[in-house]
């Protein structure tokens, strides 16, 4: 198998290229960086689709970084970045003889909204409409030439994967270890979470079982921002008294803040399991002990 993957030396690809090539599979990255086997430019609508012959699955992962203030360059350049290269590979791809088999192809959480309560989110659900929530609707929507040409197309979206090399652990463990961790508002906003462990696993199922559309990419067991608070001061064994008020938050990071950091969002991953995928990690203490690396 040779697998090409976009965002193959970020925070989730470089995990999954190990992974990959563990079990002795192919992977062409394909980036800008002189380290990448297939060159591609979104910005300017160019891709190498000469080496992309004999691809048999496709990961596009690649996008820019929602952890900033949402200036309205920033917001032009989180929605070019997604929908834009999106197209540019998808459009690639069915032009391609033959074509790969499988596209699998970035979503978020976010396309469900960020304030949804205490509301279980499945694939089923209504999707949101803030910017974020249209952003990943148009994300999504991207993919259609894929799907035009006869390609199975599966939509990871992702929850906050855990991992203490980046991503929201990256952040907080440093916080957290000198005693300065606490609950972010009321607590009360729900997180969907992955270990990244399973995402990885995720992603290899989507790659190789027969299953196509949005899949939830998350724990079966989403916690409150106390929960998790709570459970991460225990596994660091440090306390937990601080607290973030949202205004702080509101006021550090503006809308990007109001919709991530205080973002609601109880998503289950009903797809997933009914596809039959199980997780090595459905619960958040030892998912946290593993990433962490402590016993």
Not at 79 to 98: E, F, Q, Y
Not at 135 to 163: C, Y
Not at 257 to 272: C, F, H, K, Y
């Amino acid at each position: 198998m040779i697998v090409a993957i976009t965002g193959a030396s970020g925070f989730l690809g470089s995990a999954l290229v190990r992974s990959l090539r563990s079990d002795d599979v192919s992977v062409l990255r394909i980036g800008r960086g002189s380290n990448a086997d297939v060159r591609w430019d979104p910005n300017a609508g160019q891709l190498d689709t000469s080496r992309l012959a004999a691809v048999d699955a496709v990961v596009h992962l690649a996008g820019a970084n929602i952890a900033q203030r949402w200036t309205s360059r920033a917001k032009r350049d989180i929605r070019d970045s997604r929908v834009n290269g999106t197209l540019l590979i998808a459009r690639a791809l069915a032009a391609l003889d033959p074509k790969p088999r499988v596209l699998v192809s970035a979503s978020a959480v976010g396309i469900y909204g960020a304030h949804r309560g205490d509301e279980t989110l499945k694939e089923s659900s209504a999707l949101g409409d803030d910017w974020l929530g249209r952003v990943a609707k148009e994300w999504e929507q991207a993919a259609q030439p894929a799907r035009d040409a006869g390609m199975r197309v599966v939509h990871n979206r992702t929850g906050v994967v855990l991992h203490r090399s980046g991503g929201i652990l990256e952040r907080l463990v440093p916080i957290f270890s000198l005693g300065g961790g606490g609950k972010i508002g009321s607590g009360k906003q729900w997180l969907p979470w992955i270990a990244r462990t399973d995402w990885v696993r995720g992603i290899r199922f989507m790659i190789e079982a027969n299953v196509e559309g949005p899949f939830n990419l998350c724990a079966p067991n989403p916690v409150t921002n106390a929960e998790f608070t709570e459970v991460l001061g225990r596994v660091l064994k440090r306390p937990t008294f601080m607290s973030v008020p949202e205004i702080a938050v509101k006021l550090a990071f503006g809308e990007m803040g109001e919709d991530t950091v205080l973002a609601s969002q109880r998503m289950i991953p009903e797809r997933l399991l009914a596809a039959g995928f199980g997780f090595e990690y459905p619960l958040l203490e030892p998912a946290l002990r593993h990433e962490l690396d402590i016993r």
